[in-house]
């Protein structure tokens, strides 16, 4: 599947730029795109660049797994879109990759790169045989690619809307305490935990479901023997998921609920005495309570600081996560003003995101 695309704007400055290709000229409203207020997604699907279509070879496939397209917006500044293969890489290496790009923008040669940087690992020193043959089987990769695969497209029109929220350390740090008083031997409370939590609680009291499950990816490069190289370039991410009948999330306890089911998931997978890497299927007995009918994911992490990159003009104006439209997952980032916050990306329908505005206002009360 395609990983997210991402959205950096940039405002400008009278700093020459470095060789670009522009893409395009947009008359969207710069100032909008960079908002936090709910816009219509399907603004931003121009400003992402589409992978180009699968084709046949005369024994195989090819797919195509990197796209990068620059839009620039007259007399306010520059987008920078970018999509990829998941295959290719998950957001660690999306990230060093970034960081890399942006430094040797910024400062016109490679030999500060090369000389403070980590070179890219491109050897494959992830070697699961049999986890391959598991997910090779169960996903139908074979028969998927006969058929003829072709990348997700983003379609418009669309009904829905994108906008961001912030949790402030304030705010988490209180989150966190109210976890810890009412859930003392919740092995797990990180401020990842509570914002995914309290989001997820606001999502289920704004929509009208039964079953749902919330699911996130786990950087195991350092939690295998042995590690990994931190820069190896690729994807090595393993999923954490936690599933709940949706009345445990809309009700009083609902964000308790669903804190305790992330922490608990996840405090099982870092501790997994067989390694996260395991033979057999992750989603084995998953549905043993019925089909779901929300699957929320996670796109990012605050550990990765997409706020600090810089090619030479300043920090971006904001960074958007435009993946979270194809799969209804929401986005998790450290914040521009502060690493300490963070901004939570939100995709909903034009009424979903009517209801949750005030349900996410009103449910920080108890702790501001």
Same mark, same amino acid.
Request: glycine share 6%; aromatic share 10%; net charge negative.
């Given at each position: 599947?395609?990983?997210?695309?991402?959205?950096?704007?940039?405002?400008?400055?009278? &700093?020459?730029?470095?060789?670009?290709?522009?893409?395009?000229?947009?008359?969207?409203?710069?100032? $909008?795109?960079?908002?936090?207020?709910?816009?219509?997604?399907?603004?931003?699907?121009?400003?992402?660049?589409?992978?180009?279509?699968?084709?046949?070879?005369?024994?195989?496939?090819?797919?195509?797994?990197?796209?990068?397209?620059?839009?620039?917006?007259?007399?306010?500044?520059?987008?920078?879109?970018?999509?990829?293969?998941?295959?290719?890489?998950?957001?660690?290496?999306?990230? !060093?990759?970034?960081? /890399?790009?942006?430094?040797?923008?910024?400062?016109?040669?490679? /030999?500060?790169?090369?000389?403070?940087?980590?070179?890219?690992?491109?050897?494959?020193?992830?070697?699961?045989?049999?986890?391959?043959?598991?997910?090779?089987?169960?996903?139908?990769?074979?028969?998927?690619?006969?058929?003829?695969?072709?990348?997700?497209?983003?379609?418009?029109?669309?009904?829905?809307?994108?906008?961001?929220?912030?949790?402030?350390?304030?705010?988490?740090? %209180?989150?966190?305490?109210?976890?810890?008083?009412?859930?003392?031997?919740?092995?797990?409370?990180?401020?990842?935990?509570?914002?995914?939590?309290?989001?997820?609680?606001?999502?289920?009291?704004?929509?009208?479901?039964?079953?749902? #499950?919330?699911?996130?990816?786990?950087?195991?490069?350092? %939690?295998?023997?042995?590690?990994?190289?931190?820069?190896?370039?690729?994807? !090595?991410?393993? #999923?954490?998921?936690?599933?709940?009948?949706?009345?445990?999330?809309?009700?009083?306890?609902?964000?308790?609920?669903?804190?305790?089911?992330?922490?608990?998931?996840?405090?099982?997978?870092?501790?997994?005495?067989?390694?996260?890497?395991? $033979?057999?299927?992750?989603?084995?007995?998953?549905?043993?309570?019925?089909?779901?009918?929300?699957?929320?994911?996670? &796109?990012?992490?605050?550990?990765?600081?997409?706020?600090?990159?810089?090619?030479?003009?300043?920090?971006?104006?904001?960074?958007?996560?435009?993946?979270?439209?194809?799969?209804?997952?929401?986005?998790?980032?450290?914040?521009?003003?502060?690493?300490?916050?963070?901004?939570?990306?939100?995709?909903?329908?034009?009424?979903?995101?009517?209801?949750?505005?005030?349900?996410?206002?009103?449910?920080?009360?108890?702790?501001?």
């Amino acid at each position: 599947m395609a990983s997210l695309s991402i959205l950096n704007v940039l405002e400008q400055s009278d &700093v020459s730029p470095p060789p670009a290709t522009v893409a395009d000229q947009s008359t969207l409203d710069f100032n $909008d795109l960079t908002g936090n207020h709910p816009r219509d997604c399907g603004k931003f699907y121009h400003l992402i660049p589409l992978l180009p279509e699968a084709a046949k070879e005369s024994d195989h496939l090819k797919i195509p797994v990197f796209s990068v397209q620059v839009t620039f917006f007259p007399n306010s500044g520059i987008s920078i879109g970018m999509t990829n293969h998941h295959s290719l890489s998950d957001a660690s290496t999306r990230f !060093c990759f970034m960081k /890399a790009w942006t430094s040797i923008a910024r400062s016109g040669t490679d /030999a500060s790169f090369l000389a403070n940087g980590t070179l890219p690992v491109f050897d494959r020193v992830v070697n699961y045989p049999k986890m391959d043959e598991i997910y090779l089987k169960n996903l139908e990769v074979e028969t998927a690619f006969k058929k003829g695969y072709q990348p997700p497209r983003l379609s418009v029109p669309t009904d829905k809307v994108r906008a961001t929220f912030i949790l402030t350390r304030t705010v988490i740090t %209180r989150l966190k305490k109210w976890v810890s008083t009412q859930l003392p031997t919740l092995p797990y409370v990180s401020s990842f935990t509570v914002a995914c939590g309290y989001i997820w609680s606001c999502i289920a009291k704004s929509r009208n479901d039964e079953l749902e #499950i919330f699911g996130f990816s786990v950087d195991f490069r350092a %939690r295998i023997d042995p590690p990994i190289p931190a820069a190896y370039f690729g994807n !090595c991410a393993v #999923i954490c998921l936690a599933i709940a009948k949706t009345p445990m999330l809309t009700g009083n306890e609902g964000f308790l609920n669903a804190a305790k089911l992330i922490g608990e998931n996840l405090h099982k997978i870092l501790t997994d005495k067989n390694g996260v890497v395991n $033979d057999k299927w992750p989603f084995e007995g998953l549905f043993s309570q019925g089909l779901p009918t929300t699957m929320m994911g996670v &796109v990012g992490t605050p550990k990765l600081k997409f706020y600090d990159l810089d090619f030479g003009w300043g920090k971006p104006r904001k960074h958007e996560a435009i993946w979270i439209d194809y799969n209804d997952s929401i986005s998790v980032n450290a914040c521009k003003e502060s690493n300490e916050d963070l901004e939570i990306g939100v995709c909903l329908s034009a009424t979903e995101m009517e209801a949750f505005v005030p349900i996410f206002n009103k449910g920080l009360e108890i702790y501001i």
